[in-house]
């Protein structure tokens, strides 16, 4: 059974930085994907990051250059380091798995989620 367990998350000031992990157990990563996902109140949950298990990479427009996805498989742990922080950022993050190896953002494409991890932005 895949469970993915979110850590990490916090208030922090704009400008600030965060790193968020996910806890990965009953998942193989070879041929797989994972991905970050947000969900602000009143809006709907929107891909932040994904990562494949050959190490690539891709992004959300919005997060391009601050967000860095990276994966560590030996302590089968997802991670997403958030620099730069605006208060846009503010939301609930998950991290989601999926069985097929293709860098997707799209929240449908996904099976596995975890319970989130509350981000919090102030100005």
């Known amino acids: 059974q895949v469970q993915l367990v979110e850590s990490g998350g916090g208030s922090v000031q704009a400008g600030g930085s965060l790193r968020l992990s996910c806890a990965v157990s009953g998942y193989t990563y070879s041929g797989n994907s994972m991905g970050w996902f947000r969900q602000a109140p009143g809006k709907e949950r929107e891909g932040v990051a994904a990562?494949?298990?050959?190490?690539?990479?891709k992004y959300a427009d919005s997060v391009n250059g601050r967000f860095t996805i990276s994966q560590d498989k030996a302590k089968n742990t997802l991670y997403l380091q958030m620099n730069s922080l605006k208060p846009e950022d503010t939301a609930m993050y998950y991290c989601?798995?999926?069985?097929?190896?293709?860098?997707?953002?799209?929240?449908?494409?996904?099976?596995?989620w975890g319970q989130g991890t509350q981000v919090t932005v102030s100005s």
């Open positions: 990562i494949d298990s050959n190490g690539w990479t």
């Open positions: 989601a798995a999926k069985k097929n190896p293709f860098l997707d953002l799209g929240r449908n494409l996904y099976t596995y």
